[in-house]
C-alpha cells in the first residue's frame, strides 16, 4: 500500500503540531479497511532511520536488534536497505531466516542460552554468539571449532529507560580471566560487546564504555591471549519522544570520536533497536465510551495498557498523543484502556477536547517496545500493523 504523499509519520518536525485533516481523512480511511485498533507502520520511516544511524556511525555494521518490534516487514525493509541482524530467540531466527536473511550477517546476542537455542540458531547458519561468563562459555565446548564469541561487558546505567547491564555482562575487571579461560578450553572469543541501556540520552555513556573495552583488548593482548577483532556497541541509540528534537548525527559526534582510536583491524558493530523503529509507527485507537468520574472525563479506548501501550509499564514509555479536533477548547481528562482492569490506564490527566463515542486517538512514536510486549487480556485483540509505503 501507498501513502508517500502524506507524510503521515516521515515528517518528525510536524510531530507536534495538530494532525491535519488531509491525514484523518487518510487516517479514517484505513481504519475502515482494516478496523480500529490500528499501528500504522511506515517503511519509508524505517528507511530513514536506519540511513540516519548509518551516516551517523559510518564504520559501525548496523545489527537492527529486531526484539523492538519483530516484524516480516521490518525486517525485508531493512534488508533491502543493506542491514545485518541481532537475534536473540529462536523465533527471531525464525522470521530472518523466513526472509531469506544471510545468516553470516546475524549475531545471536543473549547472553544466557539452551543447548538447544545454541543448535537451532548453528543450524541456520548463525556462528556470532554472545555470552558473559563462564557458565554460557562451556556450553561452547561442543561446538568450539565452528562458533566465534563475544564477551558481554557491564556498564551499569540507572538513568535509561532499561538497565541491560542489571540482568546481563560480566564486570570489566572480570574479561581478561573468562578470556583466559575461554582460550584454554580451546575457545575463541573474538569480540568484546555491551549495551548501554534503552534510550541512554548521554553519548558519554558509550564513550566510557568503548574506552574500556579498548584497555581489555589491550590487557588481553599484552596477556598473550588471541587477538580481538570485533567491538560491538550494542544498541541503547534515543530518539525523541518529547517536543524536543534529537539529532542523531550530533548525538554519535562523541562517540564516533571515541571509536576513530580503535584499531582499524577491529570491525565494528552496533545493535540498534529502538532508534530504527521507534518513530516509524503511529497507533490509531478509537473512543470506545465515556463516563464523568471524579468531575473528569473519562475516555475508554479499544487499546490501552494491556496491548499497544504495554511500554507504558514494560518501557518507562511517555508517547505524544494527539487527536484531531486540536483546536476546541481542552479540559484535564482520562485515557484508559478497554480491559476490566484498573491498571490499564494511558494518562491520567492528559488535555483533551470533548471526544465523542468512535473518535480517533493517534499516537506517535509507537514502533518500540509496544506491539511486540502487548497482550490479548480480556479478549481485547492486539491491533493489527498495516504497513505503507512498502
Ligand atoms: C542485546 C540487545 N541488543 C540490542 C537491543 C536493542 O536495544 P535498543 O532498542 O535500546 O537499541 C537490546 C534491547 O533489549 C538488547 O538486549
Redesign the pocket.
Known amino acids: 500500500m501507498k501513502y508517500a504523499d502524506i507524510g503521515l509519520l516521515a515528517n518528525t518536525h510536524v510531530r507536534h503540531l495538530p494532525l491535519s485533516l488531509e491525514n484523518k481523512a487518510v487516517i479514517e480511511e484505513l481504519v475502515a479497511q482494516h478496523g480500529s485498533p490500528l499501528l500504522l507502520l511506515d517503511c519509508q520511516v524505517l528507511r530513514q532511520q536506519y540511513q540516519l544511524l548509518k551516516h551517523a556511525l559510518p564504520n559501525v555494521t548496523l545489527h537492527f536488534?529486531l526484539?523492538?518490534l519483530p516484524h516480516d516487514v521490518v525486517v525485508k525493509t531493512l534488508l533491502n536497505e543493506g542491514a545485518s541482524f541481532?537475534l536473540?530467540s529462536n523465533g527471531e531466527v525464525d522470521m530472518v531466516r523466513r526472509q531469506g536473511v544471510d545468516p553470516n550477517s546475524t549475531i545471536h546476542?543473549?547472553p544466557i542460552k539452551r543447548d538447544s537455542d545454541i543448535r537451532y540458531a548453528m543450524e541456520y547458519g548463525c556462528t556470532r554468539f554472545?555470552i558473559d561468563g563462564v557458565n554460557e562459555l562451556r556450553k561452547f565446548i561442543p561446538y568450539k571449532d565452528q562458533v566465534q564469541l563475544f564477551l558481554r561487558l557491564s556498564f551499569p546505567n540507572a538513568d535509561v529507560f532499561?538497565d541491560?547491564s542489571k540482568k546481563?555482562g560480566c564486570n570489566v575487571d572480570a574479561a581478561i580471566s573468562i578470556l583466559q579461560q575461554a582460550n584454554d578450553l580451546g575457545i575463541r572469543i573474538s569480540g568484546i560487546s555491551f549495551?548501554v541501556?534503552?534510550?541512554?540520552m548521554d553519548p558519554q555513556r558509550y564513550v566510557y564504555a568503548i574506552g574500556r573495552c579498548l584497555e581489555v583488548i589491550e590487557n588481553a593482548q599484552q596477556a598473550g591471549l588471541p587477538d580481538i577483532t570485533t567491538l560491538d556497541i550494542?544498541?541503547?541509540?534515543p530518539v525523541s519522544y518529547g517536543e524536543e528534537d534529537l539529532n542523531i548525527h550530533e548525538y554519535c559526534a562523541p562517540i564516533r570520536e571515541a571509536l576513530n582510536k580503535v584499531p582499524n583491524k577491529i570491525a565494528l558493530l552496533a545493535?540498534?533497536?529502538?532508534?530504527i523503529v521507534g518513530p516509524a509507527v503511529m497507533s490509531v485507537a478509537s473512543v470506545m465510551g465515556q463516563a464523568i468520574r471524579s468531575g473528569k472525563p473519562w475516555y475508554y479506548l479499544d487499546d490501552g495498557v494491556y496491548g499497544s501501550f504495554s511500554g507504558i509499564l514494560f518501557d518507562h514509555g511517555h508517547y505524544p498523543i494527539d487527536v484531531f479536533n486540536a483546536e476546541a477548547p481542552r479540559v484535564e481528562s482520562v485515557l484508559a484502556g478497554p480491559t476490566c482492569d484498573s491498571i490499564d490506564v494511558i494518562d491520567e490527566a492528559i488535555m483533551l477536547p470533548k471526544l465523542n463515542d468512535g473518535d480517533l486517538i493517534v499516537t506517535r512514536m509507537m514502533g518500540?517496545?509496544t506491539s511486540a510486549t502487548a497482550t490479548e487480556f480480556n479478549f481485547f485483540k492486539k491491533a493489527n500493523i498495516v504497513a505503507l509505503n512498502e
Request: charge should be neutral.
Open positions: 536488534a526484539k523492538p541481532d536473540a546476542t543473549h554472545v532499561s541491560l546481563f549495551h541501556g534503552s534510550q541512554t550494542g544498541g541503547g541509540f545493535e540498534p533497536g529502538r532508534f518500540a517496545y
